[in-house]
């Protein structure tokens, strides 16, 4: 053998051992950097923050339709755990005897952070409702016109009641429904001018709640987003229901022994402002 090829086979062997010894050293630092990127340590990330407003509210929930647990002088620290998509709402510990849980909005006139908020985990709305469209809702809709479909929380319970009469959804601890509607059958609201809403006490005849939702989505009870985010939980609200504003309770007390009726009317946005009715019966079991 030449000393040429003694040359090239004793360099290939020497880049082969040298490649060895680096995969050797650097892929364990790889695996545990990665082994530590991916481990529930490095991903419970929390965040101090100061309150800056003069007393804000600590809810039981994300939006201010819910309970305010208690109010948060300036100055106090609290611990930001994690944060909705939205980046609207933080859960955060607040000090105490027990390191109270809550939400608190994200808004920088109330709050200051050490670091962005962006950066904690998200979590989902607790009281947030997965739909399933109504089995069987009554109404006066012309199809030719309207396209639409009643939804309502997967975790209901709907009665039968027989062919004659409406399926009975029971709302348990909380109520909120939406309709999804257009006037072509591609995008929600597509050519609706809004949606009015109505509820009605069957035994008094008396309307105990109603709104107009201009936009899509049209919720039961608003929203301040792409998602009906606004959940009527009964006992926060001290089992009233809410005013068309959904900030207060009304005078009109819940009764679990009454029948309502929900009422979604749709108007298209044409000359005629046609319209299209859907109905559903439903009760109410407070937790």
Known sequence: MSDYYRYVGWNVLRTALLALVLIGLVLPLFQTQAALAFSPLAQAVTIACTVKAQNLNLRAGPGTTYRVLRKLSTGTRVTATGILNDLKWITVVAPGNNNQNGWVSTDANLITCAQPLRDLPRVANPFAASYIPHP????NVDEDKFDGRLLIPSDVEIVDRGDDQ????????????????????RSNGRGIRGVDIQISDDNTGDTVYSRTENDAPYCAFGNSGATCDNVWVFAEWGNRWPRRDFQRP?????????????QMVATLNNDDQDTAVWLFDFMLAPE
């Not at 069987?136 to 109404?139: E, F, L, Q």
């Open 166 to 185: 409406l399926p009975l959804v029971i709302f348990h601890g909380r109520m909120v429904f939406q309709l999804e509607v257009s006037a072509d059958g």
């Open 250 to 262: 009304s005078n009109f007390t819940i009764d679990p022994d009454t029948i309502y009726t929900a």
């Open 136 to 139: 069987k809702p009554d109404g």
